[in-house]
Nanobody
Framework: QVQLTESGGGLVQAGGSLRLSCAAS????????IAWFRQAAGKEREFVGV??????????YYAESLKGRFTVSRDIAKQMVFLQMNSLKPEDTGIYYC??????????????????WGQGTQVTVSS
């Protein structure tokens, strides 16, 4: 059974940092892109960043608006993907999800291309 489990969310003041973790089990980790999405209350889920699978180049891709503040990294041995979030803003508040996919790189930012999702972790940034 494929399972993704997020952790590391919480309450932080604006300007602070958080590191989210996504632990994967039940899948051939190296064969999957692992992405982060987020959803604020009353808004649609949006792409945050992704660690592409090694076979597709192993690069990270980000939402343009988040480049420079957010960093995605992968630990293959631990089967984990991390999201380091710096200089957090109140508008970063939301539920953060990790998800897995084998989609072609052209679809890597599309939530519909991801089949397995974690339960999400809440991030709240206070002003």
């Amino acid at each position: 059974q494929v399972q993704l489990t997020e952790s590391g969310g919480g309450l932080v003041q604006a300007g602070g940092s958080l590191r989210l973790s996504c632990a994967a089990s039940g899948l051939a980790f190296r064969n999957y892109h692992i992405a982060w999405f987020r959803q604020a209350a009353g808004k649609e889920r949006e792409f945050v960043g992704v660690s592409s699978r090694p076979g597709s180049g192993g690069r990270e891709y980000y939402a343009e608006s988040l480049k420079g503040r957010f960093t995605v990294s992968r630990d293959i041995a631990k089967q984990m993907v991390f999201l380091q979030m710096n200089s957090l803003k109140p508008e970063d508040t939301g539920i953060y999800y990790c998800a897995s996919s084998t989609v072609a790189l052209s679809g890597i930012r599309e939530s519909a291309m991801y089949r397995v999702w974690g339960q999400g972790t809440q991030v709240t940034v206070s002003s």
